[in-house]
């Protein structure tokens, strides 16, 4: 068995890919990508409530630590690898699978414009919003809530006009990009703030939400990401 294997999370399955990730949106873009890339996986939860990623064990495979991470025992060349940060794991199952990841160059670079949009944007606001909105309401003024709930809207609205006439957000394809993006517009349930941000005005977001989760695979996914 490989050594990068965390020792606390021993692998049943040591041959699968292996998964540690949290039920977050960050967490759950694995195991759905996973699912509709068909790689035999494993899971392992680190329960960042608890603290668990920053283990010693843990921070071996992801120096940040941070989830998601994966331990593939059949990487580049044969050789076990660990990866850190989701939009780089994307690229690299995309690679691997063949699926979800075009290979043609121009929807490939576009493709990963789109992730990388979620990574750099979609992800680092919209959560930056949901702690402010719902964990540091009363215990600060509302400049936070306010900014970063401007700039959600404003997210919400380039998500909105992408996917105007189009079922993904490169158009009849689903993508990484969407696997890595719609949890986290999922998430503002969680965080009980879609009447704030006036969500239903963005009427193309919803639907595209929807289309993802009706994807058997991508539902497995989603939920996966929460089970031990």
Known sequence: MSDLFPSRWPAKHPDRIQ????????????????????????????DILKGDQFDPEYLRINPNGKIPSIVDP????????????????????GDKS?????????????????????????????????????????KTDSYGEERY????????????????????LMGEQYTVADVATFPWIRGLQFYEAEAYLDYASFTNVEPWVQRCLARPKTAAGYEAASKQ
Do not use: C
Not at 21 to 28: A, D, K, Q, W, Y
């Open 19 to 46: 998964v540690y990730t949290f039920g977050t949106p960050n967490g759950r873009k694995l195991t759905v990508a996973l699912e509709e890339m068909e790689l035999p996986y494993e899971v392992h939860i680190i």
């Open 74 to 93: 059949n990487g580049p060349g044969g050789a076990p690898i660990a990866f850190m940060e989701s939009a780089a794991i994307l690229q690299y199952l």
């Open 98 to 138: 063949g699926k979800l990841l075009p290979t043609e160059p121009a929807a490939r670079w576009e493709t990963i414009q789109w992730l990388t949009f979620q990574v750099a944007h979609i992800g680092p606001m919209l959560g930056q919003f949901g702690h402010f909105f719902k964990f540091a309401k009363g």
């Open 149 to 168: 709930g401007a700039e959600a809207k404003r997210l919400l609205g380039v998500l909105d006009k992408r996917l105007a006439g189009r079922d993904f």
